[in-house]
């Protein structure tokens, strides 16, 4: 993970340009949405999966039941190995295209649900 870190959930106003908009401010790039804040994360649609990077869902995995996985301009299926090891961690992942993920994630969040999101920046 990068140092970026908003200390606090966001919906999520915009995305594209290679990157997101979220409580007044702008980041370029991908970013995880999760309980403790919003972070910096250097997925991309090349290399959207890796367990490292992944590991703060995890660490917070207590507060999460759903994890919407923004996959890029297209869906991709996430490793048997990774949703295997989200499952153990009671958590539902549900992979989408990342404009999706983001409006399935604002509405989710609206309603006060365990959600977390991974989403990879698109241009």
């Not at 990068?2 to 409580?23: E, K, L, V």
């Not at 996959?71 to 989408?96: E, N, W």
Request: hydrophobic letters at 40%.
């Amino acid at each position: 993970m990068r140092d970026a870190h908003y200390p606090r959930r966001a919906p999520i106003d915009a995305y594209g340009n290679c990157g997101f908009r979220f409580a007044d401010m702008s980041h370029r790039g991908s970013i995880l949405c999760l309980p403790s804040g919003i972070y910096g994360w250097t997925a991309t649609e090349a290399e959207p999966f890796g367990g490292e990077r992944l590991l703060k869902i995890l660490e917070e995995g207590a507060d999460i039941r759903f994890l919407l996985y923004g996959t890029g301009k297209d869906i991709r299926r996430v490793p048997p190995a990774l949703l295997d090891r989200l499952r153990k961690a009671g958590i539902s992942c549900d992979p989408m295209s990342t404009g999706a993920a983001v409006r399935t994630y604002n509405i989710m969040l609206g309603e006060g649900r365990p959600v977390a999101a991974a989403l990879i920046a698109v241009d």
